[in-house]
């Protein structure tokens, strides 16, 4: 039998072999048959991984978050202490789906604390959610958005940090190409659209 290349706390409960080198499960969590995770992940104490949920390399899910067959998490991806997500929009006991609503995180995305993803969004590149967010609808690359149910605050860069703009051209580091409803922020050599 083959050496696993992941941590394993031994009261963790872990179902799949189709974990990365590197990654780090920790106690009381529970990863079911026929989900993935890749390299150098971290998967906190109390936190679930349904089956069919794909987890990419670099991602850090701290404790007591649940993701539901549907969802998928990119790498890079930084999801804070009991984030919810949905996988079903019209939820009845013992009601089943033929397939489940499709939840994808992009990469470099972070999800505040208590967050609610609601099944079907998509969270963009470097997004952030605010904590206690409830996101029922898609959010573009690196926008920032906050609040019940979430709402669009501004714009961040790929390190996290708020992007801020002097009649209409943002400061520092940061640079705006064109005009109007149709102007590029460019953040670290990608650009999203400003709306």
Do not use: Q
């Amino acid at each position: 039998m083959k050496e696993k290349e992941y941590y394993c706390h031994p009261k963790a409960l872990v179902e799949t072999d189709d974990i990365g080198k590197g990654s780090r499960i920790w106690a009381f969590a529970h990863v079911m048959a026929g989900s993935s995770i890749g390299s150098d992940s971290n998967i906190g104490d109390h936190s679930f991984v349904e089956s069919g949920v794909m987890i990419g390399s670099e991602v850090t899910i701290k404790n007591g978050v649940s993701l539901w067959t549907g969802v998928s998490v990119e790498d890079r991806v930084f999801i804070g202490p009991n984030a919810c997500f949905t996988n079903d929009l019209n939820p009845r006991s013992k009601a089943y789906h033929e397939k489940p609503v499709k939840t994808v995180v992009r990469s470099g995305a972070s999800i505040g604390a208590n967050a609610t993803i609601v099944a079907g969004v998509t969270i963009g590149r470097f997004a952030m959610i605010g904590a206690g967010a409830v996101v029922t609808k898609d959010v573009a690359d690196y926008e920032l958005v906050v609040g019940v149910p979430a709402k669009h605050l501004g714009w961040v860069s790929e390190e996290g940090e708020r992007l801020h703009f002097n009649n209409g051209i943002a400061l520092g580091k940061y640079s705006l190409v064109g005009s109007g409803e149709l102007a590029r922020v460019t953040v670290l050599n990608s650009s999203i659209d400003k709306y």
